[in-house]
C-alpha cells in the first residue's frame, strides 16, 4: 500500500513538475491588460458623462484575440491619433487604438488612423531666399535669416518668373525666389517662383537729408544728385521717397534705428531705389559720415577675413555690413565680389581709411551664371539642312570679344529658332530659311547661272541650338565691333534712321586692356537691322522697355546682335 | 423652459457674433481695378480700344446685419487727360450671405449684384451698362487670430454703345485671396478681362451707317487693398520729462493696381491686324497713416537687457496686466499670462469682455472646465475663450496649469494653434529638422514643424529646439513680438509682394 501511495505521490509530483516546465512563466498573469498595464485592439466604444454630469468615463476596447475590456479613464488620461491630440469624438468605432494602463485606469489612449507617413502635398514645403549662386544643378541661396541654404535644380525643375516659364539659365545671382519642395526631405526643388523687375535697382540718389517722417516711412531730400552715365547729375531740388518697412540705415559702417535717422538732418545721404507696387521706395540708406570719394578699377584682392578690398591702384577699403554690392541690376552678396571684378566704389572717409558704401560691379556676360550656355557666333553659312547648319570658319563671341575658329561647326535649329533675314528686314519660319539659298553649293550650275553666294549670319546659341539667327549676305568686319552693356533710356522711332535705343549708364568692353569701360554719355544705337532678344525669343524695338537692362554687339551706331538681361 | 429657450437662443447669437467679427468693407474691393484714398479714385478704362486714366470721387458704403451684408460703390469721374472729352459714372451695390458654419469655424459668402448703374462717355461714345452679371463665392477660414479667405468669381457686363451702334461685351474672371487679423488684412485680387467689341462706325452722311468694325482686347490686373498696424518707438523731445519716449500704433493703408493689356491698334476707328497695343499701367494710392499713441512702459529692470524691446512693446499694448515696476525678465513665464498676453496683443475676443457690454443678466454660475481656473477669476474669460477656439486644452481633463511655467513646445504650440496653422504640418511619422526632435513631444510636433517653416522659431548653436526647457518672461516676450511681426508683415507679404511681383 505504501509502496502504492508512493508511486502515486511520484506520478503527482512529476505530473505537475512537467505542467509547471510546459506552460509559459507567468503566461496567465502577462496575458491579463491590467498585469501588462496595457491593451491593444479595436475600439468598441469611448463614453465621457456631460460636462458638469454623473457618469464616468470609459473607453471599451476589443483585443486582438476577441476579449472585451472596459476601462475607465483617467481623469489627466491623454488622448491622440496618430501622435497628435485628439478629443473622444474623434474615436471611431473598429479603429485600432492602444491604451495604457495605470491603477487599472485608462491614462493614455492612442488611436490609428494616417496610412501614408510623412505625407506633404506637392509644393507643401517652401522656402524663400536669394540666389548667391548656381553651378550645374547646384543651387545655393541665402534664405531671410541669413543661412546659406544647398539645394538642387533638376530638368523637371519648373522655374517661373512673373506666371512665365524660364530656363535656368535665366536665372541670375541676387534673384529672390521661392522654392516648393514635393517631397518632406528632398531638397531637389520642384518648384520655383523668381521674383520680376521689381528685383532691380531703379536708381540711386545722393542729397541732403531734409526730415524722415517714421509714421509714413518717408524721407525728405533736398540738393539731390542721381548717379548716371559714371558721375553725379542734379536731379532735383526736392525729393520726397518712401521707404520699405524692413529699412536699416547705416552711418560710419555702423547700423541706426529707424528712429535715429531724423539726428542726421542735413547730412549727405545715399539713397538706393527699386520700384515696388507702382512707387519708387528706398531700399539702402546709407549715411556718408566724412568725405565721399570715388573709384574706378579692378579689384587687385579681397581679404574676407578682415574685410578689406584692394584695386589695382593700391587703393584699400573696409567693406561693412552696409556695405552696397550692385551687379546685374540687383542688390547682391559681398561675396559675390572677386579678384579681377571691374568695380566702381562710393567710398567714404578720409586718407588712407575709407569705407566701401557703393560697389557697383560692371563685369557682365552674355550668361548670368556659370551654368548658362549661351553664345553669339558669326560666320559664313556653309550648309542647312532640315534642322541642320554648319558654319565655316566662324568666330565666337567669349570673354566679351571675338575668337577666331577654322573648321566648320555644326549646330540645330528647330520651329522655334527665329530667323531674321537683315537684308530685307523680314523674319523667316525654319522652312523658309531651309528652302531659300542661304547656303549654297556653290559648284552648281544654277547657282553659279544666278550667281549665289552663301550667306552670312550672326548666330544666338543655346549650347548646340540656334535661339535666334540674323542673316546677312556679307560679313561684317567684327574688328570694329564691341560688345556694349547699358540700360534703356528710352526707345524712339526716329524718321531718318528708324527704330532708335537711348542707353544710360554703359559701359564698353576694352579688349586692349581686357576691362569694362564705363560710358560717361547717353548712347543712341539704330536697332533697325539687328537680332533683339529677350528670354530666348525674337522681340519687336516696341517690346523694349524703360529699364531694361542690354548686353549687345555693336558695330558703332548698329545693333547686330542685343539680348535684353 | 422659455426663458432657458431665450437665454440659449441669446448665447448662440453671441458665439456667432465673437467668433465672426464683421469683415472689413476693405475685405470687397470692386472689380474694375481702382485704387483710391481719402480724396481721389483712379481708374483705367478700355472700352474705347485705349487705356483711358479716369480720376474722381468715389464713395463707399459696408452694412451689416446679422447674415447679411451690403457694399455699395458710387463714383463720379472725368478723363486725368483733360484733351479727352468724358465721364464716367457708376453705382454698383453688392450683397453678401453669409452662411456661418460655427462647427467647422468657417463662413461661405456669396456675393451677388443687386443693383448697377454705369455710364461711360468717351469722346463721342457714350457705353450704357445694359446687364450686369455676377456670381461669386468666397470661403472664409475663422481661427482665433486671423481669418483667411479665397474667394472666385464670373462676370459679364453687357455695355451698347450709342445706343445702337453696337455693343462692347467685357467677360471677367478672376479670383481673391486675403486674410484680415488686428494687425492686418490684405485683399489681393486677380483679374482677367475679355473686351469684345462690335460696331458699326458712323456714316459719312449724316443717318448713313459705316463700315462694321470688331475688336478683341485681353487686360490682366493685379489689385492689392492692403492695411497693416505697426508699433514704432518715438523719443521723447524734452529732456526733462517722466519718461524717455513711448510706442506709438501707426495703421498705414495702401492700393495698389497693375493693368497689363493687349489691345488692338486702332487708327481712325480702324484696327491694324499686324500690330497690337501691349503695355503696363500701375496705380497706387496711400491713406494718411493713423497714429495712436500707447502707454509708456516703466520698468527698473529691462534697460539694457537684450529682449528689452520685445518686453516694452507688449507692454505698449496694456498685454500685461500687474501694476508692478519689475518686469522680471528672466524669471519664468506662467501658462495664464501668456495665454492671456497672446489675447491681448491679437486682439482675440474673449466672451467676458463682451457681456459686460450687454448688461447684466441673472445666470446660473458657470462651472469651469479647469480646477485651478474658477469661473469667478479674471482669468477664467480668457481661458474660456481660448478652449473654445480650440488655442488651449489644459495639461490634463481638468486641470489648465495656469500657474505652471512655459515651456517651448507649449508656447509654439499655442501660437501656432491661435494662426490654425496646425493642419498644414506632414501627416504623423515625419521628423523635424531640430537636432533633438526625438524629444519633441507628440503633441507638439506639428506645431514646431509649422513654427520653423514660418520663421516663428529657429534653433539653439547646437541647432536643438528644447522643447522642455521653460521659456522666461523675456524669451516669451520677444516669441510674442515675432508673432506680432508674422501677422503684421509675413502676412502682407505673402498676400501681397509674392503674389503680385513673383507670379505676374
Given at each position: 500500500?505504501?509502496?502504492?501511495?508512493?508511486?502515486?505521490?511520484?506520478?503527482?509530483?512529476?505530473?505537475?513538475?512537467?505542467?509547471?516546465?510546459?506552460?509559459?512563466?507567468?503566461?496567465?498573469?502577462a496575458?491579463?491588460?491590467?498585469v501588462?498595464?496595457?491593451?491593444?485592439?479595436?475600439?468598441?466604444?469611448?463614453?465621457?458623462?456631460?460636462?458638469?454630469?454623473?457618469?464616468?468615463?470609459a473607453?471599451?476596447?476589443?483585443?486582438?484575440?476577441?476579449?472585451?475590456?472596459?476601462?475607465?479613464?483617467?481623469l489627466?488620461?491623454?488622448?491622440?491619433?496618430?501622435?497628435?491630440?485628439?478629443?473622444?469624438?474623434?474615436?471611431?468605432?473598429?479603429?485600432?487604438?492602444?491604451?495604457r494602463?495605470?491603477?487599472?485606469?485608462?491614462?493614455?489612449?492612442?488611436?490609428?488612423?494616417t496610412m501614408?507617413?510623412?505625407?506633404?502635398?506637392?509644393?507643401?514645403?517652401?522656402?524663400?531666399?536669394?540666389?548667391?549662386?548656381?553651378?550645374?544643378?547646384?543651387?545655393?541661396?541665402?534664405?531671410?535669416?541669413?543661412?546659406?541654404?544647398?539645394?538642387?535644380?533638376?530638368?523637371?525643375?519648373?522655374?517661373?518668373r512673373?506666371?512665365?516659364?524660364?530656363?535656368?539659365?535665366?536665372?541670375?545671382?541676387?534673384?529672390?525666389?521661392k522654392?516648393?519642395?514635393?517631397?518632406?526631405?528632398?531638397?531637389?526643388?520642384?518648384?520655383?517662383?523668381?521674383?520680376?523687375?521689381?528685383?532691380?535697382?531703379?536708381?540711386?540718389?545722393?542729397?541732403?537729408?531734409?526730415s524722415?517722417?517714421?509714421?509714413?516711412?518717408?524721407?525728405?531730400?533736398?540738393?539731390?544728385?542721381?548717379?548716371?552715365?559714371?558721375?553725379?547729375?542734379?536731379?532735383?531740388?526736392?525729393?520726397?521717397?518712401?521707404?520699405?518697412?524692413?529699412?536699416?540705415?547705416?552711418?560710419?559702417?555702423?547700423?541706426?534705428?529707424?528712429?535715429?535717422?531724423?539726428?542726421?538732418?542735413g547730412?549727405?545721404?545715399?539713397?538706393?531705389?527699386?520700384?515696388?507696387?507702382?512707387r519708387?521706395?528706398?531700399?539702402?540708406?546709407?549715411?556718408?559720415?566724412?568725405?565721399?570719394?570715388?573709384f574706378?578699377?579692378?579689384?587687385?584682392?579681397?581679404?574676407?577675413?578682415?574685410?578689406?578690398?584692394?584695386?589695382?591702384?593700391?587703393?584699400?577699403?573696409?567693406?561693412?555690413?552696409?556695405s552696397?554690392?550692385?551687379?546685374d541690376?540687383?542688390?547682391?552678396?559681398?561675396?559675390?565680389l572677386?579678384?579681377?571684378?571691374?568695380v566702381?566704389?562710393?567710398?567714404?572717409?578720409?586718407?588712407?581709411?575709407?569705407?566701401?558704401?557703393?560697389?557697383?560691379?560692371?563685369n557682365?556676360s552674355?550668361?548670368?551664371?556659370?551654368?548658362?550656355?549661351?553664345?553669339?557666333?558669326?560666320?559664313?553659312?556653309d550648309?542647312?539642312?532640315?534642322?541642320?547648319?554648319?558654319?565655316?570658319?566662324?568666330?565666337?563671341?567669349?570673354?566679351?570679344?571675338?575668337?577666331?575658329?577654322?573648321?566648320?561647326?555644326?549646330?540645330?535649329?528647330?520651329?522655334?529658332?527665329?530667323?531674321?533675314?537683315?537684308?530685307?528686314r523680314?523674319?523667316?519660319?525654319?522652312?523658309?530659311?531651309?528652302?531659300?539659298?542661304?547656303?549654297?553649293?556653290?559648284?552648281?550650275?544654277?547657282?553659279?547661272?544666278?550667281?549665289?553666294?552663301?550667306?552670312?549670319?550672326?548666330?544666338?546659341?543655346?549650347?548646340?541650338?540656334?535661339?535666334?539667327?540674323?542673316?546677312?549676305?556679307?560679313?561684317?568686319?567684327?574688328?570694329?565691333?564691341?560688345?556694349?552693356t547699358?540700360?534703356?533710356?528710352?526707345?524712339?522711332?526716329?524718321?531718318?534712321?528708324?527704330?532708335?535705343?537711348?542707353?544710360?549708364?554703359?559701359?564698353?568692353?576694352?579688349?586692349?586692356?581686357?576691362?569694362?569701360?564705363?560710358?560717361?554719355?547717353?548712347?543712341?544705337?539704330?536697332?533697325?537691322?539687328?537680332?533683339?532678344?529677350?528670354?530666348?525669343?525674337?522681340?519687336?524695338?516696341?517690346?523694349?522697355?524703360?529699364?531694361?537692362?542690354?548686353?549687345?554687339?555693336?558695330?558703332?551706331?548698329?545693333?547686330?546682335?542685343?539680348?535684353?538681361? | 423652459?422659455?426663458?432657458?429657450?431665450?437665454?440659449?437662443?441669446?448665447?448662440?447669437?453671441?458665439?456667432?457674433?465673437?467668433?465672426?467679427?464683421?469683415?472689413?468693407?476693405?475685405?470687397?474691393?470692386?472689380?474694375?481695378?481702382?485704387?483710391?484714398?481719402?480724396?481721389?479714385?483712379?481708374?483705367?478704362?478700355?472700352?474705347?480700344?485705349?487705356?483711358?486714366?479716369?480720376?474722381?470721387?468715389?464713395?463707399?458704403?459696408?452694412?451689416?446685419?446679422?447674415?447679411?451684408?451690403?457694399?455699395r460703390?458710387?463714383?463720379?469721374?472725368?478723363?486725368?487727360?483733360?484733351?479727352?472729352?468724358?465721364?464716367?459714372?457708376r453705382?454698383?451695390?453688392?450683397?453678401?450671405?453669409?452662411?456661418?458654419?460655427?462647427?467647422?469655424?468657417?463662413?461661405?459668402?456669396?456675393?451677388?449684384?443687386?443693383?448697377?448703374?454705369?455710364n461711360?462717355?468717351?469722346?463721342?461714345?457714350?457705353?450704357?451698362?445694359?446687364?450686369?452679371?455676377?456670381?461669386?463665392?468666397?470661403?472664409?477660414?475663422n481661427?482665433?487670430?486671423?481669418?483667411?479667405?479665397?474667394g472666385?468669381?464670373?462676370?459679364?457686363?453687357?455695355?451698347t454703345?450709342?445706343?445702337?451702334?453696337?455693343?462692347?461685351?467685357?467677360?471677367?474672371?478672376?479670383?481673391?485671396?486675403?486674410?484680415?487679423?488686428?494687425?492686418?488684412?490684405?485683399?489681393?485680387?486677380?483679374?482677367?478681362?475679355?473686351?469684345?467689341?462690335?460696331?458699326?462706325?458712323?456714316?459719312?452722311?449724316?443717318g448713313?451707317?459705316?463700315?462694321?468694325?470688331?475688336?478683341?482686347g485681353?487686360?490682366?490686373?493685379?489689385?492689392?487693398?492692403?492695411?497693416?498696424?505697426?508699433?514704432?518707438?518715438?523719443?521723447?523731445?524734452?529732456?526733462?520729462?517722466?519718461?524717455?519716449?513711448?510706442?506709438?500704433?501707426?495703421t498705414?493703408?495702401?492700393?495698389?493696381?497693375?493693368?497689363?493689356?493687349?489691345?488692338?491698334?486702332?487708327?481712325?476707328?480702324?484696327?491694324e491686324?499686324?500690330?497690337?497695343?501691349?503695355g503696363?499701367?500701375?496705380?497706387?494710392?496711400?491713406?494718411?497713416?493713423?497714429?495712436?499713441?500707447?502707454?509708456?512702459?516703466?520698468?527698473?529692470?529691462?534697460?539694457?537687457?537684450?529682449?528689452?524691446?520685445?518686453?516694452?512693446?507688449?507692454?505698449?499694448?496694456?498685454?500685461?496686466?500687474?501694476?508692478?515696476?519689475?518686469?522680471?525678465?528672466?524669471?519664468?513665464m506662467?501658462?495664464?499670462?501668456?495665454?492671456?498676453?497672446?489675447?491681448?496683443?491679437?486682439?482675440?475676443?474673449?466672451?467676458?469682455?463682451?457681456?459686460?457690454k450687454?448688461?447684466?443678466?441673472?445666470?446660473?454660475?458657470?462651472?469651469?472646465?479647469?480646477?485651478?481656473?474658477?469661473?469667478?477669476?479674471?482669468d477664467?474669460?480668457y481661458?474660456?475663450?481660448?478652449?473654445?477656439?480650440?488655442?488651449?486644452?489644459?495639461?490634463?481633463?481638468?486641470?489648465?496649469?495656469?500657474?505652471?511655467?512655459?515651456?517651448?513646445?507649449?508656447?509654439?504650440?499655442?501660437?501656432?494653434?491661435?494662426?490654425?496653422?496646425?493642419?498644414?504640418?506632414?501627416?504623423?511619422?515625419?521628423?523635424?529638422?531640430?537636432?533633438?526632435?526625438?524629444?519633441?513631444?507628440?503633441?507638439?510636433?506639428?506645431?514646431?514643424?509649422?513654427?520653423?517653416?514660418?520663421?516663428?522659431?529657429?534653433?539653439?548653436?547646437s541647432y536643438?529646439?528644447?522643447?522642455?526647457?521653460?521659456?522666461?518672461?523675456?524669451?516669451?516676450?520677444?516669441?510674442?513680438?515675432?508673432?506680432?511681426?508674422?501677422?503684421?508683415?509675413?502676412?502682407?507679404?505673402?498676400?501681397?509682394?509674392?503674389?503680385?511681383?513673383?507670379?505676374?
Amino acid at each position: 500500500m505504501k509502496q502504492k501511495l508512493g508511486w502515486r505521490y511520484r506520478l503527482a509530483v512529476i505530473m505537475v513538475i512537467l505542467i509547471f516546465l510546459a506552460w509559459p512563466a507567468g503566461a496567465g498573469q502577462a496575458a491579463h491588460p491590467f498585469v501588462q498595464g496595457y491593451v491593444e485592439g479595436y475600439l468598441k466604444e469611448i463614453t465621457l458623462p456631460p460636462a458638469g454630469g454623473e457618469g464616468e468615463a470609459a473607453i471599451t476596447v476589443e483585443t486582438y484575440g476577441g476579449e472585451i475590456y472596459r476601462l475607465k479613464l483617467s481623469l489627466q488620461a491623454v488622448l491622440a491619433i496618430d501622435q497628435r491630440p485628439a478629443k473622444p469624438a474623434d474615436f471611431k468605432p473598429g479603429m485600432e487604438v492602444y491604451a495604457r494602463i495605470v491603477n487599472r485606469q485608462a491614462t493614455y489612449v492612442e488611436g490609428y488612423s494616417t496610412m501614408v507617413a510623412s505625407y506633404l502635398p506637392p509644393g507643401g514645403r517652401v522656402q524663400r531666399g536669394v540666389i548667391i549662386d548656381i553651378e550645374g544643378e547646384n543651387l545655393i541661396i541665402k534664405d531671410y535669416a541669413g543661412e546659406r541654404r544647398n539645394y538642387y535644380i533638376s530638368p523637371a525643375t519648373v522655374i517661373m518668373r512673373q506666371g512665365k516659364l524660364i530656363t535656368p539659365g535665366l536665372l541670375y545671382p541676387g534673384d529672390r525666389v521661392k522654392l516648393y519642395f514635393d517631397e518632406l526631405y528632398s531638397d531637389v526643388v520642384g518648384r520655383m517662383e523668381v521674383e520680376g523687375n521689381s528685383v532691380l535697382v531703379s536708381g540711386l540718389y545722393r542729397g541732403k537729408l531734409a526730415s524722415v517722417d517714421t509714421s509714413a516711412e518717408n524721407l525728405v531730400l533736398r540738393e539731390v544728385y542721381i548717379w548716371r552715365n559714371g558721375r553725379w547729375q542734379s536731379h532735383a531740388g526736392i525729393m520726397q521717397i518712401p521707404y520699405v518697412p524692413e529699412i536699416v540705415p547705416f552711418a560710419g559702417g555702423q547700423k541706426l534705428a529707424e528712429n535715429r535717422m531724423p539726428y542726421y538732418r542735413g547730412r549727405d545721404v545715399y539713397i538706393i531705389t527699386k520700384n515696388v507696387l507702382g512707387r519708387e521706395r528706398a531700399v539702402n540708406v546709407i549715411f556718408k559720415n566724412q568725405y565721399e570719394s570715388v573709384f574706378n578699377d579692378k579689384i587687385a584682392d579681397i581679404n574676407w577675413y578682415a574685410d578689406k578690398l584692394e584695386l589695382g591702384d593700391k587703393n584699400n577699403f573696409t567693406l561693412h555690413e552696409g556695405s552696397v554690392v550692385i551687379k546685374d541690376g540687383r542688390l547682391q552678396d559681398k561675396m559675390i565680389l572677386g579678384s579681377g571684378d571691374d568695380v566702381l566704389i562710393i567710398a567714404d572717409g578720409r586718407g588712407l581709411s575709407r569705407l566701401a558704401n557703393i560697389i557697383y560691379v560692371y563685369n557682365q556676360s552674355l550668361n548670368n551664371t556659370k551654368n548658362g550656355q549661351y553664345y553669339i557666333l558669326a560666320g559664313r553659312l556653309d550648309q542647312v539642312t532640315e534642322y541642320r547648319l554648319w558654319l565655316k570658319d566662324y568666330f565666337v563671341l567669349g570673354g566679351n570679344q571675338w575668337e577666331s575658329f577654322r573648321g566648320s561647326r555644326e549646330l540645330f535649329f528647330d520651329h522655334d529658332t527665329a530667323f531674321y533675314d537683315g537684308e530685307n528686314r523680314i523674319l523667316l519660319s525654319a522652312d523658309q530659311f531651309i528652302a531659300g539659298d542661304y547656303a549654297v553649293d556653290e559648284e552648281s550650275e544654277r547657282v553659279k547661272k544666278e550667281g549665289l553666294k552663301d550667306w552670312y549670319a550672326y548666330l544666338y546659341v543655346d549650347g548646340e541650338r540656334v535661339v535666334a539667327a540674323l542673316l546677312q549676305p556679307k560679313m561684317d568686319s567684327l574688328l570694329v565691333q564691341r560688345v556694349t552693356t547699358g540700360t534703356v533710356h528710352k526707345v524712339v522711332q526716329d524718321e531718318l534712321a528708324g527704330w532708335t535705343v537711348e542707353m544710360r549708364d554703359g559701359a564698353d568692353f576694352s579688349p586692349a586692356r581686357g576691362q569694362w569701360m564705363p560710358r560717361t554719355a547717353f548712347l543712341r544705337v539704330n536697332l533697325e537691322k539687328a537680332l533683339l532678344i529677350k528670354e530666348d525669343k525674337l522681340i519687336t524695338p516696341e517690346e523694349l522697355k524703360t529699364g531694361d537692362r542690354l548686353y549687345m554687339v555693336r558695330d558703332d551706331f548698329f545693333g547686330k546682335v542685343i539680348v535684353v538681361k | 423652459m422659455k426663458k432657458r429657450v431665450a437665454v440659449l437662443a441669446f448665447s448662440i447669437c453671441l458665439v456667432v457674433c465673437l467668433l465672426f467679427p464683421a469683415l472689413p468693407a476693405a475685405g470687397y474691393p470692386d472689380i474694375n481695378g481702382g485704387v483710391y484714398n481719402e480724396y481721389e479714385y483712379e481708374e483705367i478704362v478700355f472700352l474705347s480700344g485705349e487705356p483711358v486714366k479716369f480720376t474722381g470721387k468715389v464713395t463707399t458704403s459696408y452694412k451689416e446685419k446679422e447674415n447679411q451684408a451690403t457694399v455699395r460703390y458710387t463714383m463720379d469721374l472725368k478723363p486725368e487727360n483733360e484733351s479727352i472729352k468724358g465721364k464716367l459714372s457708376r453705382q454698383v451695390t453688392y450683397s453678401i450671405n453669409y452662411d456661418r458654419r460655427t462647427d467647422k469655424g468657417q463662413t461661405i459668402a456669396d456675393i451677388k449684384v443687386t443693383s448697377f448703374k454705369e455710364n461711360i462717355d468717351l469722346d463721342k461714345d457714350k457705353y450704357k451698362l445694359e446687364d450686369f452679371q455676377f456670381s461669386s463665392s468666397r470661403i472664409i477660414d475663422n481661427r482665433p487670430a486671423s481669418d483667411f479667405y479665397s474667394g472666385t468669381w464670373s462676370a459679364r457686363k453687357y455695355y451698347t454703345i450709342n445706343k445702337t451702334e453696337g455693343t462692347a461685351v467685357v467677360d471677367i474672371s478672376g479670383g481673391t485671396a486675403g486674410y484680415a487679423n488686428f494687425w492686418g488684412t490684405t485683399t489681393t485680387q486677380l483679374i482677367e478681362k475679355v473686351i469684345t467689341v462690335n460696331r458699326t462706325l458712323p456714316g459719312n452722311n449724316k443717318g448713313e451707317s459705316g463700315e462694321k468694325v470688331g475688336w478683341q482686347g485681353t487686360v490682366k490686373i493685379d489689385q492689392v487693398d492692403s492695411m497693416r498696424k505697426t508699433l514704432k518707438y518715438e523719443e521723447n523731445k524734452a529732456d526733462l520729462a517722466s519718461f524717455s519716449g513711448g510706442h506709438m500704433r501707426i495703421t498705414q493703408q495702401n492700393m495698389y493696381a497693375r493693368y497689363e493689356y493687349d489691345l488692338p491698334y486702332i487708327k481712325e476707328g480702324q484696327v491694324e491686324e499686324s500690330r497690337r497695343q501691349q503695355g503696363t499701367i500701375e496705380l497706387s494710392k496711400d491713406k494718411l497713416p493713423q497714429i495712436e499713441r500707447l502707454i509708456i512702459p516703466k520698468f527698473y529692470d529691462t534697460g539694457g537687457h537684450w529682449a528689452q524691446k520685445s518686453i516694452e512693446k507688449l507692454y505698449s499694448l496694456d498685454v500685461f496686466t500687474d501694476n508692478s515696476s519689475f518686469f522680471v525678465p528672466d524669471a519664468p513665464m506662467n501658462r495664464m499670462d501668456f495665454v492671456r498676453a497672446l489675447m491681448k496683443a491679437c486682439d482675440i475676443r474673449v466672451e467676458g469682455e463682451t457681456k459686460k457690454k450687454t448688461g447684466s443678466r441673472k445666470q446660473p454660475a458657470e462651472v469651469s472646465p479647469f480646477q485651478d481656473v474658477p469661473s469667478t477669476s479674471d482669468d477664467y474669460k480668457y481661458v474660456k475663450s481660448a478652449l473654445e477656439k480650440g488655442i488651449v486644452s489644459g495639461m490634463s481633463r481638468d486641470f489648465f496649469g495656469a500657474k505652471e511655467n512655459l515651456t517651448r513646445a507649449q508656447a509654439v504650440t499655442i501660437l501656432v494653434r491661435a494662426l490654425g496653422f496646425e493642419h498644414k504640418a506632414p501627416t504623423p511619422g515625419y521628423y523635424t529638422s531640430f537636432a533633438d526632435d526625438e524629444k519633441i513631444p507628440g503633441w507638439a510636433k506639428d506645431s514646431v514643424y509649422i513654427a520653423r517653416e514660418i520663421n516663428l522659431i529657429s534653433g539653439d548653436t547646437s541647432y536643438r529646439f528644447n522643447p522642455d526647457k521653460v521659456m522666461t518672461r523675456a524669451e516669451a516676450s520677444v516669441m510674442l513680438v515675432r508673432f506680432l511681426e508674422f501677422l503684421e508683415k509675413d502676412l502682407q507679404k505673402n498676400y501681397r509682394e509674392e503674389i503680385i511681383l513673383y507670379n505676374r
